[in-house]
């Protein structure tokens, strides 16, 4: 058997929590992975034709945005009955923002981890640095993107309250493997989802119809979007697109 001289950068690329975000971090590409449920929101907010999304400092902070943008669509938390808070239009789901009118609007939004990783970000790194949001569903998009780049990448496993998130370690791995040239055999695709569905526990994707469909239907969906989020300013923008609408200034 011949080994694959080729070497898995996972352990350099690795940030395994958003607490660990250095202070002075060095230049390069970072990529904030919060698969459960902030980047995939994203990620479906631009398929469904979002202009931007601006992610806030705070949250609360979404509504003097749409007050300076009446035309935007602002996210915030849940209900116990899975259905925004009182004065948004949305949450983290990527599903239940498949039937939210986004097309040509303005977004925006935060998250306890995969946001406050964006905004940490913001305010730490260098102009020569960029900021992604990457997930399961666009990691083999955002490899071939990044690949081939004269900075480094690192990738920011969001993390729960503190905590690692082995959602957000699988995602970072997908995209740390497709960075160095490795395909996933079937047998790891196998484990990896078996290891997103059961993250937050082995009844998460049952608890809630909603919640069933943002593992099941995206989560899992595993390099189903070509959508690149990156951030311009505050506001993180789709490069996918042959013309980025930018937000104004």
Same mark, same amino acid.
Not at 30 to 55: M, Q, R
Not at 87 to 108: E, H, T, W
Not at 120 to 133: C, F, G, N, P, Q
Not at 149 to 174: F, K, M, N
């Given at each position: 058997?011949?080994?694959?001289?080729?070497?898995?950068?996972?352990d350099?690329r690795?940030? @395994?929590?958003?607490?660990a975000?250095?202070?002075?971090?060095?230049?390069?590409?970072?990529?904030?992975?919060?698969?459960l449920?902030?980047?995939?929101?994203?990620?479906?907010?631009?398929?469904?034709g979002?202009?931007?999304?601006?992610?806030?400092?705070?949250?609360?902070?979404?509504?003097?945005?749409?007050t300076?943008?009446?035309?935007?669509?602002?996210?915030?938390?849940?209900?116990?009955?899975?259905?925004? @808070?009182?004065?948004?239009?949305?949450?983290?789901?990527?599903?239940?923002?498949?039937?939210?009118?986004?097309?040509? /609007?303005?977004?925006?939004?935060?998250?306890?981890?995969?946001?406050?990783?964006?905004?940490l970000?913001?305010?730490?790194?260098?102009?020569?640095?960029?900021v992604?949001v990457?997930?399961?569903?666009?990691?083999?998009?955002?490899?071939?993107?990044?690949?081939?780049?004269?900075?480094?990448?690192?990738?920011?496993?969001?993390?729960?309250?503190?905590?690692?998130?082995?959602?957000?370690?699988?995602?970072?791995?997908?995209?740390?493997? /497709?960075?160095?040239?490795?395909?996933l055999?079937?047998?790891?695709?196998?484990?990896?989802?078996?290891?997103?569905?059961?993250?937050?526990?082995?009844?998460?994707?049952?608890?809630?119809?909603?919640?069933?469909?943002?593992?099941?239907?995206?989560?899992?969906?595993?390099?189903?979007?070509?959508?690149?989020?990156?951030?311009?300013? @505050?506001?993180?923008?789709?490069?996918?697109?042959?013309?980025?609408?930018?937000?104004?200034?």
């Amino acid at each position: 058997m011949t080994r694959d001289s080729r070497t898995n950068g996972l352990d350099d690329r690795l940030i @395994e929590r958003c607490e660990a975000i250095p202070r002075d971090p060095p230049s390069g590409n970072y990529v904030v992975v919060d698969v459960l449920h902030f980047s995939n929101t994203v990620i479906e907010l631009f398929a469904n034709g979002a202009d931007y999304v601006h992610i806030t400092d705070e949250r609360g902070d979404e509504s003097a945005f749409k007050t300076a943008t009446p035309e935007a669509r602002i996210g915030g938390g849940a209900t116990p009955a899975y259905e925004p @808070e009182p004065g948004y239009d949305f949450f983290n789901s990527p599903s239940y923002v498949q039937d939210l009118d986004v097309a040509g /609007r303005p977004v925006s939004m935060t998250s306890t981890n995969g946001g406050r990783a964006v905004a940490l970000l913001r305010d730490r790194l260098d102009d020569e640095s960029a900021v992604y949001v990457g997930s399961t569903m666009n990691a083999r998009a955002l490899a071939d993107h990044l690949r081939g780049s004269d900075r480094p990448t690192y990738l920011v496993s969001a993390g729960s309250q503190g905590s690692v998130a082995l959602e957000d370690h699988v995602g970072a791995t997908l995209i740390s493997r /497709r960075l160095d040239g490795f395909s996933l055999s079937a047998a790891e695709r196998a484990v990896f989802r078996q290891q997103v569905k059961v993250a937050k526990g082995p009844d998460y994707a049952d608890k809630n119809a909603l919640r069933h469909r943002d593992v099941h239907d995206y989560a899992l969906a595993f390099d189903s979007r070509r959508v690149l989020p990156r951030l311009a300013g @505050e506001s993180l923008v789709d490069v996918a697109r042959a013309e980025p609408r930018l937000p104004s200034d």
